[in-house]
Every structure is written in C-alpha cells, then in structure tokens.
C-alpha cells in the first residue's frame, strides 16, 4: 500500500496536469469558436459577393435528393461504448462519386467565390480543433478520476 506522502505527490502532480488540461481547453475553444465566427463571416461575404440566390439554403440538399456520405467521419477507440472511449480520431475520406463521397463545395456552382472555399477550410479546421479538444476532455476526465481514486486511497491511509 502506498504511503499517505507518495499518495499526496500523485494527487500534487494530477492536480497540476488537470490545471494544465484546463487551460488546453480553454485555449481550444477559443480557437474553435474563432474559426467557427471566421468560417460564418467568409460564407456571408461570399452571398454578398455572389448574391443570395447562389448561396443559400436552396442549394442544399433535401429530402429528394441522392443520399451521400460525409467526407469526415469521427470515430472512437471504443465503438460499443462512445462515452467509455479514451480517444477520439477525425477520419477524411477523399471525393469519390461512385461511393458517395461528394464535395459540397459543389453545391454552389462550378465557379465558386475565394470566401467560400475558405469558409470551407475554416470549418474543416474547426472540426479538427473540435476533435483535438474532446480529447482533451476525456484526458482531464481520466485525471479526475484518478485524483477522486487517490483522495480515497489517502483518507483510508489516514
């Protein structure tokens, strides 16, 4: 059995990795929601640019259209138990029609403005940031757990 001084340097040493994870995530979201509002102004500059017609909810998808697959998909480390998973991973498919996998960028035309093909790449990157950031709370939610593991082990110890 541990001693109560080996246990208060485990909890010493958790305690400042969850302080450490904290900030990481507050950092993430932040980044995440900058993108997200910089993804949202890039997309109204291109209806600006191109005129409500050619970008807006017209041109999505309904319920007639063809089925498609998304071109990212994010999966667990354990498929049978989504909130038992201890990483989460983003996965990119490549365009293929034949599969399903369409670009829908494509939705708005052949020529499409610069603004939305970075808006595009904003909320690719918001995706990723978001998957970056989950992560980091299932690592903050294991050191919580095993801190709450450790202050029980030193309050038998006492």
Known sequence: MASKTDICELMDKL????????E??????IEIEKNSNSGQ????????IQGQR????????TENSAEFNALATVSTD???????????TLEQHPV????????????????????LQLARNRF??????AVDCTNTQLRLNRCMNQLE??????????
Request: aromatic fraction near 6%; glycine fraction near 4%.
């Open 15 to 22: 305690t400042i990795e969850v302080l450490d994870l904290m």
């Open 24 to 29: 990481d995530e507050v950092k993430q979201k």
């Open 41 to 48: 102004l890039l997309m109204a500059k291109a209806r600006y």
């Open 54 to 61: 050619t970008v807006s909810a017209s041109q999505l998808p």
């Open 78 to 88: 354990s498929p049978e138990s989504p909130r038992r998973a201890s990483k989460v």
């Open 96 to 115: 293929d029609k034949e599969n399903g996998f369409i670009d829908p960028i494509k939705w708005f035309g052949i020529l499409v403005p610069q603004s």
């Open 124 to 129: 690719k990157k918001t995706i990723e940031l």
């Open 149 to 158: 593991g450790l202050r029980q082990m030193k309050q038998v110890a006492s």
